[in-house]
């Protein structure tokens, strides 16, 4: 199966402050995807990132709180910005590699933030 | 748009005993149906998908799920249950004419296997 890496792997943040989560993918991708699974929730789509172009975010998401960043083709970063208690959640890369099972898309380990 | 439905937060089952996990889906077009497995303290793990051909789609670890067109169900089974198949189960769903665009997951089911 594809490896998406994620780092870091969980971190423990002050409200007020921001920070980046990294993924990266072992093949190239066109696009990768940001979720958010709040605690005991689903996931839910912040936002598609393309290469080379602005990412697309979803209802509720804005490019202030989670600027996104896609600079080739397999690797982005997402920054949760000015963070409070609310955004204490897992969150989660994916992307559908080009040499994985066709149509699916595959995950990374996830981000567990916790915002005091 | 595109929909997904998990109507049990928790199915407890007996090891040993056949377990269904229900799913039901809802997209303009035909679908592309996928089941996820996510274990504590770990991401998500893929389990099986349908695309197209014969409905019954066969996955990892035993697991199976039926496509119903008419239902509109993609419920996931497995005959015999482990007590190590205890996880969380998400079902997700893509339009196939919609490109390549990302997955809508269902609120997703606990699934307690107990020994």
């Known amino acids: 199966s594809a490896v998406i890496s994620q780092k870091p792997s969980r971190d423990i943040c002050q409200r007020g402050t921001s920070l980046t989560i990294q993924c990266q993918v072992d093949?190239?991708?066109?696009?990768m995807f940001w979720y958010r699974q709040q605690p005991g929730q689903s996931l839910t789509l912040i936002a598609t990132?393309?290469?080379?172009?602005?990412?697309?975010?979803e209802s509720g998401f804005v490019i202030d709180k989670f600027p996104i960043s896609r600079p080739n083709l397999t690797f982005s970063t997402l920054t949760v910005s000015n963070m409070s208690p609310e955004d204490s959640s897992i969150y989660l890369c994916s992307a559908t590699p080009p040499r994985t099972v066709k149509e699916t898309q595959y995950f990374g380990p996830g981000t567990r933030l916790l915002v005091l | 748009a595109q929909s997904v439905a998990q109507p049990e937060d928790q199915v407890n089952v007996a090891e040993g005993n056949p377990l269904t996990v229900k799913c039901t889906y809802s997209v303009s077009g035909n679908p592309y149906l996928f089941w996820y497995v996510q274990y504590p303290n770990r991401g998500l793990q893929f389990l099986l998908k349908?695309?197209?051909?014969?409905?019954l789609v066969k996955g990892s670890y035993g697991f199976e799920a039926e496509f119903n067109k008419s239902q509109t169900s993609f419920h996931l089974k497995k005959p015999s249950a482990l007590v190590s198949d205890s996880a969380l189960y998400f079902c997700a769903v893509r339009d196939r004419d919609s490109g390549n665009t990302p997955l809508v997951f269902g609120k997703g089911t606990r699934l307690s296997v107990i020994a």
């Open positions: 093949s190239q991708v066109t696009m």
């Open positions: 990132a393309n290469q080379g172009s602005e990412a697309t975010y």
């Open positions: 349908y695309i197209t051909g014969d409905n």
